[in-house]
């Protein structure tokens, strides 16, 4: 990754704090033991030099008595404050702790891996949590066995222990140096858990996976287009989707924020419902149209937002349809195949900014494949979101205080408090030739870094606090990003200016 020789340069444990650390008097010190997986003299070595104490050196031969179990190569290179940071972030009940992690080759410390937290989604997609993963006594005991060194019975035993465990945390430090590995690429640990409701397909790149889940029943899908692009944008999209949807039964529902125009007319002579709303704001009128929808679930789509993939219906509501899925969206794409959305991550990019923003997929697959992925995201944007109309009914649908910008993600943060997660579904591609041109309106910005300050205050959870803020690929951050408690609302650059000098 580009500039992570930097990142280590200044990531070093001085003296001083290392110092601090072995003074350090721990309410409930939690007694580790670090199984060795394999040959390997680095993990002994480095473990004589924590400044956290209380552990025990273990193999898979034999069990050791524990709080907690910690797995890794013998090869691995441990940072001093690695299980000082373990213990103290191991209080409360926390079942399953894991780290950010990079990889040792010939001395130098290499492809970091700087991870989500917990994403359920995500690790049906690949095994993100790598190799630097803590178990509970507890948690260990529920799962049974230990996990092999394979990749395929390590993700098997992962998939598991995510599955049973309440408290799951990630620690945003990277704390393990391992060797070289391999992803696993078999997708039957995968199968295994989601048992015969799913199929799992091959992902877009080598040790990613692809599920596909059935969908109960023949539902009906409100398909609502805005014209707010006017009237060729609004035809274009309409065509599209009739051409693709491959579902058997869909509506579908103009929202109009401007008076009657004579092609509205005629829509509405050919029975397509016509909601005009002059004047509305975006998120009111979505709202009215969706009082209106009959379906099961309601698919928003900017008018001149066309859908590219022929079964865009059956795989978004395939994730729509998930107990613990609130909204998902499309990968959307500009009229020179550049990113324009892929969920949204808040403060990337100066405000709402969403990964790989204006590189092309050649780009992405190359320096970050697992952008490709479906991943769990704090917001999705407004151009093309689904959801199930219940869900969307009971959350309140969009804030219509909101204008233009933030609307459809303050939505996705609601659904978050009620326990459900925003999913982005790359496989899933729409195609936006032309932005639309917004003045940015001075009090739709304060209203917005209102509601979205405190998740930029806490750090967005799916967008990693070594990450920079001002490159849409993933980045280290340099310098690094100070404690995210010291942010003020002034920090937070104005989402129209240019891009942000700072990593903040």
Not at 194 to 204: D, N
Not at 356 to 381: H, K, M, N, Y
Request: net charge positive; charged share 20%.
């Amino acid at each position: 990754m580009l500039d992570y020789d930097r990142f280590v340069a200044v990531s070093v444990l001085i003296p001083e704090a290392a110092a601090a650390q072995r003074r350090a008097v721990f309410a409930a010190a939690p007694r580790f033991a670090v199984v060795q997986t394999d040959e390997g003299k680095a993990l002994g070595t480095s473990l004589k030099g924590q400044t956290y104490t209380k552990f025990i050196l273990s193999d898979l031969s034999r069990r050791a008595e524990a709080d907690y179990y910690l797995f890794l190569p013998g090869e691995t290179r441990l940072r001093p404050d690695a299980l000082y940071r373990l213990a103290r972030a191991a209080g409360g009940g926390r079942e399953l702790l894991y780290t950010d992690e990079d990889v040792l080759f010939h001395g130098r410390r290499c492809r970091p891996r700087f991870k989500p937290d917990f994403s359920p989604h995500t690790l049906l997609a690949y095994d993100y949590l790598g190799r630097g993963v803590c178990l509970s006594r507890a948690l260990l005991r529920a799962v049974g066995g230990w996990p092999g060194p394979s990749p395929a019975r390590r993700y098997a035993f992962w998939l598991r222990a995510a599955a049973l465990a309440d408290r799951i945390v990630h620690l945003p430090f990277v704390l393990f140096s391992l060797p070289r590995w391999e992803p696993c690429a078999d997708p039957g640990p995968l199968q295994a858990a989601l048992g015969e409701e799913a199929l799992v397909l091959p992902g877009p790149v080598s040790g990613t996976f692809l599920a596909r889940f059935g969908v109960r029943g023949e539902p009906l899908v409100s398909v609502i287009v805005s014209d707010e692009n006017g009237p060729d944008a609004l035809r274009d999209t309409l065509l599209a989707v009739e051409q693709r949807m491959q579902l058997s039964r869909y509506e579908l529902i103009v929202a109009a924020g401007k008076p009657l125009t004579p092609f509205l007319r005629a829509l509405q002579r050919r029975g397509v419902p016509v909601l005009a709303q002059p004047t509305a704001s975006p998120g009111a009128l979505w709202n009215g149209a969706a009082q209106k929808a009959r379906g099961r679930f309601l698919l928003f789509v900017h008018g001149g937002c066309l859908p590219l993939s022929p079964d865009f219906g059956q795989r978004l509501t395939e994730w729509a349809d998930r107990p613990d899925v609130g909204a998902v969206g499309p990968l959307v794409l500009d009229g020179q195949n550049r990113i324009l959305s892929a969920g949204t991550a808040v403060g990337l990019l100066g405000g709402l900014g969403s990964p790989g923003f204006g590189l092309t997929e050649q780009t992405i697959a190359w320096d970050c494949p697992s952008l490709l992925c479906p991943r769990d995201v704090s917001g999705l944007g407004p151009w093309a979101l689904m959801i199930r109309r219940d869900r969307f009914l009971a959350a309140g649908g969009f804030d219509p205080a909101l204008g233009r910008l933030g609307y459809a993600e303050e939505l996705c943060l609601r659904l978050g408090r009620r326990g459900l997660f925003s999913l982005c579904a790359p496989a899933v591609r729409f195609r936006l030739p032309a932005l639309p041109k917004v003045r940015p309106d001075p009090v739709n910005l304060r209203r917005c870094r209102d509601v979205f300050y405190p998740l930029l205050r806490a750090g967005d959870p799916f967008w990693n606090p070594n990450l920079s803020m001002a490159s849409p690929l993933p980045r280290p951050a340099l310098p690094p990003r100070p404690p995210l408690a010291l942010h003020v609302p002034d920090a937070w650059p104005p989402y129209f200016s240019p891009e942000p000098q700072k990593n903040y």
